[in-house]
């Protein structure tokens, strides 16, 4: 099977403590993957190094079948290339609209002069629309962002990594804080979502993760500890040890 | 610009028809129009005073759309006015050196005649050699040119520098300062080609219209100045009202999540710096001939914070917020240190306004940041309903997860 993204042998350190130590990941096209760690086991991290935002100090990270290297790549080439993210805390334009904010993800020619002389047509407008319906904000598209529910909020975010239509999408923690109804609500939309493309979910909440149905990576301490199906991961002694044991 | 951008900004279309109203009140009113209601030195200080609502206007783009607190634009400014005074000055003195020249009984040649110009120019800096910087002074429509292209470049260089290596905030706040103070120190020089502390002077005379009452022409001036600031509004208020506002808004608000949205933030940032760099450069354009002089003291350090200053008062982050602001501001400032208001004896001291306005400003902007984020274009909201939403961004601490005070509240 051909990889989608390839990260190996990486590091990274932080005034000499190593977050991420010698890791190596891979996953295919249309693939769900959760990724489970204690706290500072360096997941988001590891989403800042595949999205540009933090320089290891030493790895490969290479994408799609023409196998770029992504880390000559600033953050906006990045996600032009089909990595969209979602951050541990929502992160929407709360001071505006959940239609702009939807408007602004859609994939789009993203240059400067081309965004000025944008103009919305009926095509973009729908497909926010069905985004809207998919993600349960159809009432909201004129409200504030800033206004919704937290549980919302996570939500419109997902919606607009959808509008961007990613090849890749990095999820941080998207269930915390949420509502057993909310979360489940979540849990379908990142397996729709991973019916065509790849989808990596970093979380804490095991329910949530057996919920998913999917290969686990467990991280620890900047690397990879175990990884294959949950309870093959659960039965693991050094996953129990470090992570379930306590 | 289709029916329903006007639909969507109701604003702009009031803030046209004001300016219509307020244009055509003031041309009632002037000298010139013979009723004197207003003398012709006041129609001066409104048409400046569009110029500065204008120059704002880039500011607020730039500092309230954008979030780069910009404090150089009046370098830009200021550069738009060498570049339109230097015809000025060349095209004026060249009318006099001839004029008084074909009284000669040897017909000058062309040389003599540049030769004599530059020592009428240059002899208060003991020079009388035309500086390269000169080299199309005397030709109108290339001075009009480098009115856009000399500030635009500059803020081009600048822009594509520092937004490169990321600066940001304070640092990039700061930045501007030594630009303008660097470029401020610069013009002082006598050997900068551009007169040193003298500046350029003689502005209001404008070239071929020397048989035009300056009633007329101050009339005209403000003319262009109304219809400047009336296009360079409908302009700005077309950039911020589609996608395009939305991200540079949304690099105001959170400029790595834009980044991982997939567009350039530098690119945005530099455009919209070149942009407004641009408009400033053609307010000052404006400016100059109406204040007949300038000098390098006009774009020191202190200028470009007045204009924030204004943007701060007036409320950023709204395009009339801007033009109120700059308006109200620099009309009171101007009477104030006009010796216009009266002092107000308090018998154990007397205010004399012309040394307390500085004071007074100082401390209306502390208490607008304070008091009033919104500045004076927030009062608009209390009429319009307008809210803002709650805005609580920060997590309770890493390990509650996302939530925020609102949720825990609950
Ligand atoms: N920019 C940074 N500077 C210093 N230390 C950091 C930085 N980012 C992360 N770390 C450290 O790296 C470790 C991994 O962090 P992180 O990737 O956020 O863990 P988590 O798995 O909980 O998401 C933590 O110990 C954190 O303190
Ligand atoms: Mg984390």
Redesign the pocket.
Known sequence: MSQLLEVSGVSVS??G?K??NNLSFSIGEAELRAII????????????IVTGK?RPDEGRVVWGALSQSLLRMSESQIAQAGIGRKF?RPTVFEDQSVYDNLMMALKKDRSPWRVLSFRPQAEDRGRIEELAAEIGLSDALDRKSGELSHGQKQWLEIGMLLAQEPKLLLV??PAAGMTLAEREHTTDLLKQAAKTRAVVV?EHDMEFVRRLDCKVTV?HE?SVLAEGSLDHVTKNQDVIDVYLGR | MSRSFFARNPSVLIFIAVLALFTLAVTMASEAAGSGALSTSFVKTLGKTLCLCLVALAMDLVWGYTGILSLGHMAFFGLGGYMIGMWLMYARTESIVAASMSNAAIPPTDQEIVDAIGTQIFGVVGSSEFPPVWAFADSLWMQLALVVLVPGALALAFGWLAFRSRVTGVYLSILTQAMTLALALYLFQNDSGLRGNNGLSGLQNIPGLTGVPQADVSLWFFWASAFALGAGYLLCAWVVSGKFGSVIRGIRDDEARVRFLGYSVEGYKLFVFTFTAVIAGIAGALYYPQAGIINPAEIAPIASIYLAVWVAIGGRGRLYGAVIGAAIVSLLSTMFTGGQVPNLPLGFYTIHWVDWWQVLLGLSFVLVTLFAPKGIGGLFDLVTGRRSPERHGADLG?DSGSFQEKEAEE
């Open positions: 932080f005034d403590f977050a991420i760690g204690p706290n500072g086991a360096g997941k988001t991290t590891f989403m800042d933090t541990q941080d923690e970093v991280l900047g | 890493p």
